[in-house]
């Protein structure tokens, strides 16, 4: 056991964005891994087709991306009901949205889905279109309404994916009813959009149709997701880009001489093929939505935003309630996404880095600022170890993260002690920085104010003179109160790096698997655990 040891860690800490891996399961103690943990991948809902959506939004278990009968479609939808039509436009769009169920295998329960059905000859080789499915059902993140599946039967093509039961971003800012979005709300749809975008350019597929706010859904529990259905081009030419001719990247209007407009339902509809650079305007023309809580066209907008108006710009329902500093930054970073040259505007990772610092109230569930009521299904704790657990154990095998809070604070550093002491000669100024950054991080952590005291504990593991177990743990619990379940499972594994026998590590990790649906992991962690206090209290009694 040891806390402050004066050599050089063992492995650098996973920091905020450390949930963007693929998964691996977590060492056991009595093989500690060899490798840093900054090279560990432990993101479950990106590894593959049937893997887990995972933590921070909902979702559960994504299952296998796999081919449906129209029977089965059919008999989900109430055989396309015009009552389940969850299209923006209702029976008018040319490519209709379902709602429907579809039945699990065995005694599993429905599963809500949206079935899209193409217009007729959209798609008249069943082969590339099965291929273009295949190729959107490869992906699979935690920011998407992933792709579960397609159908090909005689001329009908149709996608199958995720239901998100709690409706647009365009509902919620230009219909609501009861509340509109608070500001902090807008940050969180902004920056998990971002991600998506990211994630999906990272695995090869940067081109989205129709970016805006009709895109944008809620799962379950609130949280923002990229609907997959953008990910696919509406006809097999790619000619697919359709929207407002207001809101259309200006690359497209300088070529409207070779593009074809058609009037429908009173606005022009342009076509052309989607590009990276356009996918980049049309999330500006989200940002200008969020800002602005209306739709604004995007010239208009960049005359308000070049008198440096921000009020002007600013949705007059938010009555002043968010940072004028962050919202600058916001409408000039939506000002960049909409420069008429597609080389100015900013790439997607430069968005994401941007967005990303801008984050507040962190640990607000996204339920509670969008004013909906609380998902039924929390997650789901584990079984009941092997043997009696401790008051920590106790704490994690419910998934308490308040008590567990209470028993790391009132537990302070205890389970450092013992290790090494410093010379006199190791107490530099460095070293005097190093553990105020630590005390500043205590300061918030009893304060509970989280996203704070993970800065400072990131100052102080960064430097990496001293490694701490209590350090990784607390900012492990920091991370499960920001909702982010991959970057406290690093934390946990750090803590059992630096102390392979300490149960305090395990119990992390195992609330960290808990929060990713990782049940089957969570319960060998918790027993684990369980089995280091037993053998510790031996040891203390002795003979």
């Not at 295949?134 to 995720?162: F, Q, T």
């Not at 070293?431 to 102080?460: E, H, N, P, T, V």
Request: aromatic share 8%; with cysteine; net charge neutral.
């Amino acid at each position: 056991m040891g806390c402050c040891r004066s050599s050089l860690r063992p492995g650098a800490a996973a920091g905020p964005g450390a949930g963007t891996h693929a998964a691996e399961k977590p060492p056991r103690h009595r093989s500690p891994p060899p490798q840093p943990a900054n090279r560990l991948s432990l993101n479950a809902h990106q590894a593959a087709p049937s893997a887990r959506s995972g933590g921070g939004g909902g979702g559960g278990d994504v299952p296998a991306f796999a081919e449906f009968s129209l029977a089965d479609l059919r008999a989900a939808t109430g055989g396309f009901a015009a009552g389940n039509i969850v299209s923006e436009s209702g029976e008018k769009a040319p490519n209709l949205v379902y709602r429907g169920q579809l039945k699990g295998p065995g005694s599993a329960p429905l599963r809500a889905i949206a079935v899209k059905k193409f217009a007729k000859h959209a798609w008249p080789d069943p082969k590339q279109f099965a291929e273009e499915a295949k190729g959107v059902g490869n992906l699979r993140h935690r920011r998407m309404a992933n792709l579960i599946g397609y159908c090909c039967d005689g001329d009908e093509r149709l996608l199958v994916a995720e239901f998100m039961p709690n409706d647009t971003l365009a509902k919620h800012l230009f219909h609501w009813e009861n509340q509109t979005i608070e500001w902090a709300m807008r940050l969180r749809v902004a920056y998990y959009i971002a991600q998506a975008l990211e994630y999906c350019s990272t695995k090869g597929r940067p081109l989205y149709h129709d970016l805006n706010a009709y895109r944008v859904l809620f799962d379950e529990n609130g949280d923002p997701r990229l609907s997959c259905f953008g990910l696919m081009k509406n006809s097999r030419d790619g000619k697919s880009y359709s929207t407002n001719l207001a809101y259309t990247p200006p690359e497209y209007l300088r070529n409207a001489r070779n593009t074809s407009r058609v009037l429908f339902e009173a606005s022009y509809i342009l076509s052309g093929r989607v590009t990276p650079e356009s996918v980049i305007f049309s999330f500006g023309t989200v940002l200008l939505d969020l800002l602005s809580g209306k739709r604004i066209p995007p010239s208009h907008a960049l005359d308000i935003m070049r008198g440096r108006n921000i009020q002007a710009v600013m949705d007059s329902h938010l009555e002043g309630n968010y940072s004028i500093e962050v919202a600058t930054t916001l409408v000039n970073l939506a000002s960049q996404c909409l420069q008429y040259e597609p080389r100015d505007r900013p790439d997607i990772k430069k968005l994401v880095s941007i967005l990303e610092p801008l984050q507040t109230k962190s640990e607000v569930p996204s339920y509670v600022m969008l004013g909906i009521p609380k998902p039924v299904e929390e997650p789901q704790a584990p079984p009941a170890p092997q043997r009696p657990l401790s008051s920590m154990g106790e704490a994690c095998s419910r998934m308490d993260l308040t008590a567990i809070h209470q028993i790391l604070f009132t537990t302070h550093y205890r389970d450092d002690e013992g290790s090494n002491e410093l010379s006199f000669q190791e107490w530099t100024q460095q070293m005097r920085d190093m553990l105020d950054a630590r005390k500043r991080g205590d300061f918030a952590f009893k304060d509970k104010d989280f996203k704070a005291a993970i800065d400072c504990y990131s100052q102080f593991v960064d430097v990496g003179t001293m490694v701490s177990p209590t350090v990784f743990a607390r900012r492990s619990l920091c991370y499960l109160m920001c909702d982010q379940p991959d970057a406290a499972l690093r934390d946990a594994m750090q803590a059992q790096i630096v102390s392979p026998d300490w149960p305090t590590a395990f119990y992390m990790q195992s609330v960290a698997l808990s929060k990713l649906n990782m049940q089957s992991d969570a319960v060998d962690m918790l027993n684990e655990a369980s089995q280091l206090e037993e053998k510790r209290q031996k040891s203390t009694k002795g003979p």
